[in-house]
């Protein structure tokens, strides 16, 4: 398969290198920054471009990954191609690509960073095609690259990322904020990696519900109030409170 | 060593497993409900009982492992003994256990559920004692059981089990939270797995504020408006807008 890249980010930095991987040629990539679409080029073997009029028009698919805002603006200026126009967008619906005949998603559920490798192979990744012909493309293009591959509507796509939302960028931020916690007391990070560890892990095999431990599951009063009071940040003090509350109302309800 | 259990919840369960594999001798269990106390002495080898007052005097340590609010009405009640007194718990001084002379704390950092094996020689421990003696003899005991053990002070593990709350009991809350969203679609939880996997994974390696990433970090606030428009939840949505809040302010001071 011949596939055009427009954006240069995390996505499109791991999405392609699968693609390229499993035997597709990745023949452009595209990037406002001339030397972002370079960086990743290069590493393709793909022509560079920063002007969207020189796209090539003879591709397979074209994969727009750039931020969410940015790509209504995109795609208003792309010139006529072949092919299948594809975003990779959660929570933006397959109509953003109407200028274009046959359209599609390709919807990768993982959190990328630029200099972390994935096995891309075990990343459930979502499709969605504008007719059950590109949606098939697509399933094929899919299932070069993830062994985790499934048809999911827009409606339900965007509450999948919002669920991921929770799940990877809010977890992470209780790791910040934990870190934060210790390194006022220069207590090492790492002594809780095996914590982190083991809390994702038993989420694969039980119900979070189940798996909450904690004062506040508890309802421990006295450590929640010994805690609020060795928080000096109020903002941390307040997410510890709704969450202890939050947490609070789920196990009174089970 | 001869080791008596005061408590028979999800910390003594593994601790005593763990003591036991290693060659200590867990002679007795206490809990206040005989059932549980039984529960748990049998698979141990020892003598169950729920009244306080039967607490063999002659052992080397006297393992206090209840609800943190619990602990200075059942240390009231103790009869004299010999060994050294230990409570397992993140929040209280070791001060507590004062009527004894010979004092310490073993604090596991880790989230225990009844029925899923943990690998306890992984698990960092966390000693102290109120004389250097005691805290040798607690350091040896816990080096039968774990390859991970330091001395920290009370003041720097209540500090250290406030971030464990957030990287953990936290951070259960948001796959929680993610659970609840996805299955008012019918979306099967399981699909988050590799992402929380993932997640979890990077901050082994990664700065957590390195490895954020969603909408919230970049500030795409019509993604996150859309977010907030599909939460039907008033208590979830606060949620939301807090983090994003929390989130953002990390990312402009970094």
């Not at 805002?69 to 109509?95: C, F, K, N, R």
Request: aromatic share 8%.
């Amino acid at each position: 398969m011949k596939i055009v890249f427009i954006g240069s980010g995390n996505v499109a930095t791991h999405m392609a290198a699968a693609l390229k991987a499993s035997g597709s040629e990745i023949v452009q990539v595209y990037s406002r920054m001339f030397g972002n679409a370079g960086k990743l080029a290069r590493r393709l073997g793909a022509e560079p471009i920063d002007d969207i009029a020189q796209v090539y028009c003879g591709a397979d698919f074209y994969i727009f990954s750039v931020k969410d805002d940015a790509l209504p603006g995109i795609i208003a200026q792309m010139p006529l191609t072949g092919g299948v126009w594809v975003h990779t967008a959660g929570s933006i619906p397959i109509s953003v690509l109407s200028p274009h005949n046959d359209r599609g998603v390709l919807y990768p559920l993982q959190t990328f960073s630029r200099d972390r490798e994935v096995d891309f192979w075990d990343i459930p990744v979502f499709i969605e095609g504008n007719t059950a012909e590109t949606a098939g493309l697509l399933r094929d293009l899919a299932e070069t690259i993830s062994g985790n591959v499934h048809y999911l509507s827009g409606d339900k796509r965007r509450v999948l990322h919002l669920a991921a939302v929770f799940a990877c960028n809010f977890a992470n931020h209780m790791y910040t904020l934990a870190s934060e916690i210790v390194g006022e007391e220069e207590i090492s990070f790492h002594l809780l990696n095996p914590l982190i560890a083991e809390t994702a892990a038993k989420v694969a095999v039980m119900d979070p519900r189940t798996a909450q431990t904690g004062p506040a599951v508890r309802f421990d009063e006295k450590v929640m109030r010994k805690h609020l009071e060795l928080l000096s940040d109020p903002l941390k003090r307040e997410i510890y409170s709704l969450l202890s509350k939050s947490i609070h109302n789920i196990s009174v309800n089970q």
